[in-house]
């Protein structure tokens, strides 16, 4: 039992000592943050879409 416990946290110290894993997580966090701006600003950017079609429409209206 305690060889196999030795086993166990010598594969452990390899998966934490390996670099390969860290860079995908420092993409994965990177991608994280892009799409969270691109939620934050798309509410912004639909808002002054929608007042911009909202002043066309009633210029539209009122030279009709």
């Known amino acids: 039992m305690k060889e196999m416990i030795n086993k ?3 594969k452990i110290q390899c998966l934490i ?3 390969e894993g860290q ?3 420092e993409y994965a966090l ?3 943050l892009i799409g969270f701006a691109a939620v934050a ?3 912004t950017l639909a ?3 929608n007042t911009a079609f909202s002043n066309i429409g009633a210029k539209l209206l009122t030279t009709a």
Do not use: C, K
């Open 47 to 49: 808002n002054d879409i």
């Open 23 to 25: 860079d995908l997580v």
């Open 17 to 19: 000592a390996r670099e």
């Open 30 to 32: 990177v991608v994280a």
């Open 8 to 10: 166990l946290s010598a």
């Open 41 to 43: 600003g798309m509410g």
